[in-house]
């Protein structure tokens, strides 16, 4: 699960085997607000606890404080479960889930992360542009320039071309990515006469974008079926 500074992304991940030495399973991306209503209208009751240790476990009541340090007896502290009253019913609740999951038609994971990436991009765009309009006067160090600091969770994650069509989608003419003397991070700076009423602009896609999309639209149909069943490597 990972948050971004609009929403939260959680998915659920089910490993269906392995294979030339990888893991392989299936990645479901789930609504986080949803699924967490799902989950508490679903929730089981469970009164006992096990604790998993790598030379045997042992059992406690639920609520009962715990904490991971090695037991005397049973060595190193691995992990935990918490066990529901009535087993048949987890059973049947994780058939249920298993069910609704074999409905939902396959997707292509690349392109899932392409337009995740993209939306990641678009989403620090848009927090610059209302940052550099929120300010009245100049707010760098020497009052000659508007500037903003890119977010330290988009960094994180950009790479050089993240960057790139970032520094490509904000509308300024004088902008310029610089660090700031004193302080820590990155940070997007305008002239101080820049106009600052204006909005995110879309690139236009690469050459090679652009081939790759014509030919998905003038491939075969059977063909590009195919092309979406990709399986999930861990």
């Known amino acids: 699960m990972e948050q971004t500074s609009d929403r939260v992304l959680a998915y659920a991940i089910e490993l269906t085997g392995k294979e030339r030495g990888k893991i392989k399973g299936n990645l479901y991306e789930l609504d986080y ?99 550099m309009k929120r300010h009245y006067e100049p707010n760098s160090p020497n009052k000659t320039h508007f500037m903003a600091e890119l977010s330290p969770a988009f960094m994180r994650l950009a790479a050089t071309k993240d960057t790139d069509r970032l520094f490509s989608m904000l509308p300024y003419k004088t902008l310029s990515f610089s660090k700031i003397e004193g302080r820590h991070g990155m940070y997007a700076l305008i002239d101080k006469g820049e106009n600052r009423d204006r909005e995110i602009r879309k690139p236009r896609p690469s050459i090679r974008a652009q081939i790759k999309t014509d030919k998905a639209k003038t491939a075969p149909k059977k063909a590009a079926a195919k092309t979406k069943n990709h399986d999930l490597e861990v």
Do not use: M, W
């Not at 479960?81 to 690349?110: C, H, I, T, V, W």
């Open 33 to 131: 607000s949803k699924h967490y209503e799902r989950v508490k209208e679903k929730e089981l009751p469970a009164d006992t606890v096990k604790l998993i240790y790598e030379r045997g476990e042992r059992e406690i009541p639920a609520g009962r404080f715990f904490n991971g340090n090695p037991d005397p007896q049973l060595g190193k502290f691995e992990r935990f479960e918490a066990l529901p009253n009535d087993p048949d019913a987890l059973q049947s609740l994780l058939q249920e889930e298993r069910r609704s999951r074999e409905q939902l038609s396959p997707g292509d994971f690349k392109a899932h992360i392409t337009a995740l990436r993209d939306g990641l991009i678009e989403t620090e765009a848009r927090r610059i542009v209302r940052e």
